[in-house]
């Protein structure tokens, strides 16, 4: 266990769909990654937020996704109108301070794993 | 695409032996960081080296570092079962995202 947390940890829904994803990183970090996984496929980078600014989106991140971290803290991922080829595993991840200590290392949840009918 | 490229794409080796995992990528990075992932789950960060270090051990694992080639490796010294998994290098630049490899698929026979 990481420290990090997603839910749902599987979502199954019906083309067309709204799905929404949780994820609460370690309390202190200060920066929150959401990265997408298909099968057989390392990671693909979505957007970042650092605090409740998000800084970097992805050109793979279509106008039917976005993302929040309202206060800085938790961050939520929506993908509206759901297609077949947005099943995936969606992975969030955090780094920051810890204690004193400033690390670049990212930590993982343990994903969200869509599958869209 | 965004994603570097690992050597071999998959890796059988017997317990006891060493398992060597190649890693290029694109960009120049600040860091670099080796993950490890059993089926269907999340990545377990293993290492991460500075891009001024050009080599780093942590127990078993020792991590490479050849920034002009832009490559990386991954040596697993007396390989255990429990070694089976995916492993996955990925380079971070100053934008801080994290540009992961296509992985390599180790299995670890008893």
């Known amino acids: 266990d990481t420290g990090v947390s997603q839910d749902p940890r599987h979502k199954i829904t019906k083309r067309g769909q709204n799905v929404t994803f949780r994820c609460d990183p370690i309390s202190e970090h200060n920066r929150l990654y959401w990265y997408r996984q298909t099968l057989g496929q390392g990671p693909e980078f979505l957007t970042y937020f650092q605090n409740e600014a998000q800084l970097e989106k992805s050109r793979l991140l279509s106008d039917r996704f976005s993302a929040e971290r309202p206060k800085g803290s938790f961050s939520t991922l929506e993908i509206q109108r759901t297609e077949q080829g947005d099943s995936a595993m969606y992975l969030c991840?955090?780094?920051?301070?810890?204690?004193?200590?400033?690390?670049?290392?990212?930590?993982f949840g343990p994903g969200t794993r869509l599958t869209v009918l | 695409s965004q994603q570097g490229e690992e050597d071999p794409q998959a890796l059988s080796i017997q317990e006891g032996e060493n398992a060597t995992m190649n890693c290029s990528y694109k960009t120049s990075i600040n860091n670099l960081q080796w993950y490890r992932q059993n089926s269907g789950r999340g990545l377990v960060h293993l290492i991460l080296?500075?891009?001024?270090?050009r080599e780093k051990h942590s127990g078993r694992l020792r991590v490479t570092l050849d920034t002009s080639k832009k490559s990386s490796s991954l040596l697993i010294t007396a390989s255990r079962a429990a070694d089976t998994a995916s492993y996955f290098c990925?380079?971070?630049?100053?934008?801080?995202?994290?540009?992961f490899g296509s992985g390599t698929r180790l299995l670890v026979r008893p």
């Open positions: 990925a380079s971070m630049d100053s934008s801080y995202k994290l540009i």
């Open positions: 991840a955090s780094s920051g301070t810890s204690g004193q200590l400033y690390t670049d290392t990212q930590y």
């Open positions: 080296i500075r891009s001024n270090e």
